[in-house]
């Protein structure tokens, strides 16, 4: 870290934040500019403060050096992570492409939609059974029921599942049924909950929180992959900005720069996003454009009869057509969107077709 | 709510839209105008979902006319909640005075903070025993051990303590030494946590989230409020914006905002609220001439060897004079600070002094 | 547009609401729901101010319908407007690209890269005269001189140029030289400089401000259109969020929602967007995948020796690979990037090469 | 400045960095930690860009050490800034209190407000006279007409007048009428309208950009400084959020923050800070407790019928009764508000009471 003196700091006052980070065991290096005195210090960051320091009499401002994280830093771990969930890969070669309706509304609507979802080009199916829900009088999921469905659908379709997981004491219940957990953006920072699924050994969807800068998110990751589990994936999702013409800010620059500071893959959510269909489309394509590991989508038969968040779900034939445009826009940035193999007899004998 | 059909809206998707709507047991009311229709829709909003119907043909937006929070607004409650803890009262005429460390350190040393703080005018106790923390490298705070120093510290000034709970399991354990249970602002909209505090029956603190919306933050109190606890206090801490000169930006309108639409307390945090001592004091000031029910203040004795969060500390010498301050302050916004007990003979005997 | 009352109201403030509302020539149409009355107004929007309707006694919120833009708007004009500069198209089935040095910085230097960019794929030229620098004390722009030079660097390439105009005073010598007026971000409200670009009859590239919504920027664009001048292109070039891993965050968003709103073309800045040359490329794939008319993008030779903003610059060869990609993506959203033609004998004579 | 090199970085890296710091004139410091190296540059950093540092190979990033503004900063100019306006002090021991119409609205209009105002105890008189309006069809101001109304009021009161200008040609014309020239917030960064309103030798307010930072709005005021006028103050008016409650989020640690980083005085807008009257007294209040030199309130005799920002103007009664709560909080500040002279003979005479 580098320690900023200010211009009138006296000699003792330099003197004392010397002897402290010496204290320490760390080195100093302090450099005498024309106006002010600058402190270099070196060594182990972790057993000095920075807000401790910058506390003490004639500091202006500490700037920390290091990256605070380690374990999610491409800086340490430069080989791309990829994560193996039931044959599909995540942050390799091939796209990710996971699909499904906002909630788990039935059993048969939950298959009817992951086959069409399958046949539309998707690998995973995605449906929520816990919907964290702003208002304590919305619907709030099917809970385990959905979860029954969410495992008879992936026995039906071979898709594996992701679905949110909302709090520690869950995560064994929610682990039985699923492939992926995935932590919502309301919950990036819930230490319990980051720890939790760290445990639990399954790999993880970590979404954005609303307003947290990536530094924030690969920090939280960190909580993850500090309990030896590092089948992390990222996601964006949208932040909160000023605007108000759609429901969040889908921030593409985090794609290229949490691709440059971590090795984690990420996956851009086009639905949260945007919030409203018309504009998923295009900033899915977008999102593979500008180098994402995936996408996640919110797709659903007929979405104004959705129970949540259909005003930005897309109807399966929009989001077939917009697989093939992945499809192309991937050779752009090295990619591919791995072939559907047919519809296997099984579904016909689910589905009575 | 209000639809607002498209300029090239047709009869069709304007009838489909009213039948929906009738349909789920409200009136509908168009309004024609020259350029496009308008349905005014009455009657009971939760039996529909606005944003199914924001997805339907022809429909350009909706606009919400209700409040989606009952408990927590004024309109309904016009009478302001005054919360009562062991004889200190939040949300009545004398202002709320709430400080101590951020983290709770050791026995002694806590025990002289809250003395301090006492003597200094604060009336309740802060202090952190279980610590949300950026990093997973950081120090997470001393848990029960923490809980335990907090209670005596009690014992010794006879002022109630305010402590973090992070988890919902955690809330009997915290709920047993605690008087206030705070929710900090990372999990605002932590559901599972919300309920289990509201389950509790204890007086709540709810700090805003970073980047909530007072809309949301009253919808988080709705949680706690529809579990049949109306102890709720409302904390604003700063939220997040661009700025990159503190920490946080204080929301100073909030203040006002929160007291017109709802009938909880609020309490300001001027100390996450700008990440800076010397801008606390102003803050806090500012907070009470624009209306705040109370403060939580850092305090800590010597903020360059606090284990968190020193940066942001008052020592108890500033704090008296704030108080003396904002006493001053209280009058004009028709408030009082307490006048402070003598010291009890039993500090003596605790401090040894 | 609509009133909602509060719950609270009188009839005679629902009347005197009314009877202001049709003296202004509208016609009101109320709704008395169950909680409140709300007051539909038919009519001429212009004649009544809502700020002043809405500090009427009983008034909760007053929620404006129509769009305060028109002659911007998609809705009056479904038409893509398509703007010619010089045989370049921008705004129809080619996409437009724009590349040139932030700053001109002399005759060669300009010459030389203005080939480059031609080469690499480019059809319009950037470069700025004159330069909004957030500190008086950094380098302004060579002035005139700076516009001789791109009129050199046109009649060399045979490329069209756009350059920043600054203050109202300045438009018509910045018009006697240039193709294409550029408006900053900082500007995007200054009215007098919009007014006066309106007035020249120039092409105009409105970029957003900085925190503009995308109503304020199609307001802005109203100002030009105003003065009769239907040649007005938006850019998109990054908002300020608390983000602070870059400079800026590109609202991908954006584009698609200005090209649903509005019929003008909209042109992607990838380079302020994103502040960081790593990022460009990414983010300007992806602005042509969510549906931008064009790129702007700042090219140099040597970025490291550029006098401003050379963090963000491309070198020439990495923009020629970019231009390869985007032609890929092209396909996808139904564009084409033309062909450029070979380089004329003329540059073998301008260039002595 | 500090040049933080990539782990990765080269030994050839390292020392091309430190030769382009050399042949600036500048001496190097390099400091080499365990994981990476940091050079800090001694020497007068105007020679340097940082950006093009930032731009060679190896380098991580580049962190500045000396403020940007040297003119606005407390540093080097310790004593705070006092103007002298027509007998009115702002930035010494008494508030300044300005207040009057958004609009001039017409001359009785106008001078019946400014005694109003006058009488309620303000001392300066504010009223647009040109109106910076989001969109181009409303109404956009008196123009010199006001101004003339202006100068009556002023002779009629005895009240100095400040008024927006937002051209750089008009600087000449409303410096003819006005006392102090106001600079709103669009044109923070309307460079040759800083450069003008600084070479009027006139005192000027120079109101925040809706999202500017601190250091970027004492650069502005330096733009003005670098003019050798030296009669700036600084006004805080709110900033750009996500909060949709209110129309601006007013940025109350922005006050100690500027008073401590610069000696020029800041003035409050609460007005505009809020965008609702009902919360311009609290506002008003909290700006006065977190040391602002004065406040600039909207107020307007029958609001709803103003011309412009009703919506947040106060009546004279409110403002007279907010001016009293703000004597008393000014003790707290070791400020006074100055007690109002007797109305003159005059008034009478011109109002023909």
Redesign the interface.
């Known amino acids: 870290m580098?320690v900023?003196m200010?211009?009138?700091a006296t000699k003792n006052e330099i003197a004392a934040i010397m002897s402290r980070v010496e204290e320490a065991g760390c080195k100093v290096?302090p450099?005498?500019?024309?106006?002010?005195t600058?402190i270099?210090v070196?060594?182990?960051g972790?057993s000095i403060?920075r807000?401790?320091?910058?506390?003490?009499r004639g500091v202006e401002t500490v700037?920390p050096?290091?990256k605070?994280?380690k374990s999610a830093s491409r800086?340490f771990h430069p080989e791309s992570t990829v994560i193996q969930v039931r044959g599909v890969q995540i942050g390799g070669p091939d796209l990710a492409i996971m699909a499904g309706p906002c909630s788990v509304e039935g059993r048969t609507h939950l298959i009817e939609t992951a086959i069409a979802c399958k046949e539309a080009g998707a690998q995973i199916l995605r449906g929520g059974a816990f919907k964290?829900?702003?208002?304590?009088?919305s619907f709030q999921g099917l809970g385990e029921e959905g979860l029954r469905y969410l495992a008879e659908a992936r026995e039906a379709t071979g898709m594996p599942i992701i679905t949110e997981v909302?709090?520690?004491?869950l995560v064994p219940l929610v682990a039985q049924y699923a492939d992926i957990l995935q932590i919502g953006t309301?919950?990036m920072?819930?230490?319990?909950?980051l720890n939790a699924a760290g445990k639990s050994g399954m790999p993880v969807l970590l979404k954005r929180?609303?307003?947290a800068?990536?530094?924030?998110w690969l920090?939280a990751a960190?909580?993850i992959l500090?309990q030896h589990n590092n089948q992390v994936m990222l996601c964006e999702r949208g932040?909160?900005?000023?605007?108000?013409?759609?429901r969040n800010?889908?921030?593409?620059?985090?794609?290229?720069?949490a691709k440059?500071?971590s090795h984690l893959p990420i996956i851009a959510d086009p639905s949260h996003?945007?919030g409203k269909?018309?504009?998923v489309g295009?900033?899915a394509?977008?999102?593979?454009?500008?180098?994402a590991d995936g996408v996640i989508v919110e797709v659903h038969p007929q979405?104004?009869?959705?129970?949540?968040?259909?005003?930005q779900?897309l109807k399966p034939e929009k989001f077939a057509e917009l697989v093939q445009?992945m499809k192309?826009?991937a050779?752009?940035?090295d990619r591919n969107v791995p072939e559907q193999p047919e519809p296997s007899d099984m579904w016909q004998v689910v589905m009575g077709r």
């Open positions: 580098i900023v200010k211009t009138a290096h450099i005498h500019g024309e106006d002010r600058v270099g070196i060594g182990d972790t403060d807000y401790q320091i910058g506390r003490m700037v050096i290091s605070p994280y800086e964290p829900r702003t208002s304590p009088y909302m709090e520690p004491g309301r919950n920072q819930n230490y319990a909950l929180g609303m307003s800068t990536i530094e924030e920090l960190e909580y500090s932040i909160r900005t000023f605007s108000k013409e759609t800010t889908f921030d593409i620059n985090a794609i290229p720069v440059q500071l996003g945007t269909w018309e504009y295009p900033v394509k977008a999102a593979i454009a500008a180098g979405p104004d009869q959705a129970w949540s968040d259909g005003r779900s445009q192309v826009i050779q752009v940035v």
